[in-house]
């Protein structure tokens, strides 16, 4: 060993013990950092597994109301539902979307009967409602959304879910102008306490295929990528993305996918201060589960890794398919 090697400073010291190495951690995780993902269908007493995503149910809406219950009990503060409905109820326009008596409408009037004491956020966008999976009505040529009768429809969606009890609005379908228009909407229908958590970065994405077997919306022909974003465009566009919503008056954003754009989360966490959340999305998930039931992996770690990267990052908030296996491990 070199005389000149100075080995006055030994990281290692810091690493030897357990108790030390626990009071040092500045990334924690707790279950109420998670919100938890819910596929809701019609019918009783429904509990089918997504057979692309182990492990993750579409559920009725009694069904949900049991499963929400536990997660409330067990310190979980959110969930995100996503209605899945049968491909005869689907039209061009997503109708069924517009309906107040929607099955989202009704578990959220269901679990505020329930007093269940979990905040209710609901996606809103019309892929799954929609017959040729696209997320609004078409143009003419069936080569895009049609962006402005899109947004004035997905005001009407968002009208009636906070009318049903919804805490937070999440709009996901990435149309010029939704986060402006729904602010405005929302409180001139005398709902502006229902806050608006934006799917400010969402990019065109390989790793959504998993979800769209859960909610039945996938794209019957070409895809989404003249207006989801492109993972090639780095980082100003997502910057410009989200700072377009702040100041429509988005009061939390997002970035989905989550662990492939680690950048993204980092870079939108030093420029915005309003809270921000991940999505760990299907793909992540299903991929996790794999390599874990191959015993390719260990459980535990993995998952706790794969999120503890998605907060050290800079998220406040992470939606993640493992509420419950984190109930066993993490703290309240």
């Known amino acids: 060993m070199s005389d000149s090697l100075n080995l006055s400073v030994r990281p290692r010291r810091l690493r030897l013990q357990p108790a030390l190495r626990q009071m040092l951690s500045r990334v924690t995780l707790r279950r109420s950092d998670i919100i938890v993902p819910v596929f809701v269908r019609e019918g009783r007493n429904i509990r089918q597994e997504v057979s692309s995503m182990p492990g993750v149910f579409q559920m009725s809406s009694d069904v949900a109301i049991g499963y929400l219950a536990k997660l409330a009990e067990a310190g979980f503060k959110a969930y995100l539902v996503f209605g899945v409905i049968d491909r005869a109820q689907k039209d061009a326009l997503g109708s069924v979307a517009l ?3 929607n099955i989202v409408c009704r578990l959220l009037r269901a679990a505020g009967s329930a007093k269940l004491p ?4 609901t996606d809103l966008c019309f892929c799954e409602y929609t017959d040729h999976g696209h997320c609004g009505p078409l143009t003419a ?3 895009s959304v049609k962006n402005d009768e899109t947004v004035g429809r997905l005001v009407q969606q968002a009208v009636n ?10 709009p996901s379908g990435m149309m010029d102008g939704t986060v402006g228009g729904l602010r405005q909407g929302l409180d001139a229908a005398n709902f502006s306490d229902v806050a608006i958590l934006s799917y400010s970065v969402k990019y065109a994405s390989a790793f959504y295929g998993p979800f769209r077997d859960a909610a039945d919306s996938a794209p019957a022909f070409g895809d989404r990528r003249s207006y989801q974003m492109d993972p090639t465009r780095g980082l100003d566009e997502a910057i410009l993305e989200a700072s377009l919503d702040v100041q429509q008056g988005a009061d939390m954003i997002m970035v989905k996918p ?3 754009y680690l950048d993204v989360i980092f870079a939108l966490r030093r420029e915005f201060h309003v809270p921000l959340v991940a999505y760990q999305v299907s793909g992540e998930y299903s991929m996790l589960e794999a390599a874990i039931r191959n015993g390719w992996l260990d459980r535990d770690r993995a998952i706790l890794e794969s999120l503890t990267s998605i907060k050290r990052a800079g998220a406040d908030l992470i939606i993640s398919y493992y509420a419950d296996i984190l109930t066993r491990l993490l703290d309240r």
């Open 118 to 121: 979990l905040l209710g956020i």
């Open 161 to 170: 879910h906070a009318r049903a009890g919804a805490a937070v609005i999440a």
């Open 141 to 143: 040529d069936r080569s």
């Open 99 to 101: 309906d107040e008596n």
């Open 258 to 260: 989550a662990g492939p």
